[in-house]
């Protein structure tokens, strides 16, 4: 059973743009996607209506269970909280949720650790390479294990060697965890390493113009 189902979903923007048209598709639990196009074919506004921060003009998204599940947040920019500590960042979402201080904590920790990132408890953001953020930013999203990540660009800002390493790290983390991830991006490569199902999009209307699925084993085995 899919986690979400979209049927002939479409988004007219206020100013007449036809960002997206026609989009159907199935998101199957613990699947990785990629949104693949040139800019303005409706990547970022399909994970908006992923996230629930716009709704389609017509058609339907279906969620499994019926009610859209917690997403984790993964943005090209990291937006850490620049006076707390990595590990603060880290803890807040755990907190938010009801978590001791000291509970939260130590879960943060070892989400610290597996983004590669022990050690670096203590330091502030800014004390951080933009990897590291990233990789902050990722162990932030995926510490409340929420069934959905997205990702918007996730390393578009990042070098290559960088974005390399964390396109590993990533995979390996989803190997591990078999969250559902669905993350936006102009790279090829980034798509058929990453992704285990590519959705190729166009512009004018945004619509996917072709699905393609990965079924080959992992590009580490
Ligand atoms: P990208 O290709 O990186 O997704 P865009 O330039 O398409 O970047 O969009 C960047 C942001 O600007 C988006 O979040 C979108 O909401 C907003 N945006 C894009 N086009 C318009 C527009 N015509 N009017 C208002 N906001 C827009
Ligand atoms: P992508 O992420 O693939 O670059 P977007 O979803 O950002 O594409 O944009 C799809 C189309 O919708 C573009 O033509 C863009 O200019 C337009 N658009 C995006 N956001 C807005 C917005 N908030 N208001 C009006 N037009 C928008």
Redesign the pocket.
């Known amino acids: 059973m899919s986690l979400v189902a979209l049927r002939g979903v479409a988004k007219r ?1 206020a ?1 007449g ?1 036809l960002a997206l048209e026609g989009v159907s598709l199935d998101i199957a639990r613990g699947d990785f996607v990629a949104l693949l196009g040139p ?2 074919c409706g ?3 399909l994970l ?1 209506l992923l996230a629930g921060l716009a709704d389609p003009t017509a058609g339907s998204l279906s969620w499994q269970g019926t009610a859209r599940p917690e997403i984790g947040f993964v943005f ?1 920019e990291p937006t850490l909280m620049p006076w707390a500590t990595a590990l603060r960042n880290v803890a807040l979402p755990l907190e938010l949720a009801g978590l001791r201080r000291r509970d939260a904590e130590a879960r943060a920790a070892d989400w610290m650790a597996r983004v590669g990132l022990a050690g670096f408890e203590r330091s502030y953001p800014r004390a951080l390479s933009g990897g590291m953020r990233m990789r902050v930013s990722i162990a932030r999203a995926l510490v409340t294990r929420p069934p959905l990540l997205l990702m ?2 996730p390393f ?1 800002a990042l070098d290559e060697i960088t974005r390399f390493r964390l396109n590993d790290d990533l995979l390996r983390l989803w190997e591990a965890e078999r969250f559902t991830a669905v993350f ?1 991006t ?1 790279s090829v490569f980034e798509s058929v390493f990453l992704a285990r199902r590519i959705l190729v999009m166009a512009p004018r209307p945004g619509r996917i113009v072709a699905a393609l699925d990965i079924t080959a084993p992992s590009p580490r085995d």
């Open positions: 923007y100013t743009t800019s303005g990547k970022s506004t908006r090209q918007d660009e578009a936006v102009h």
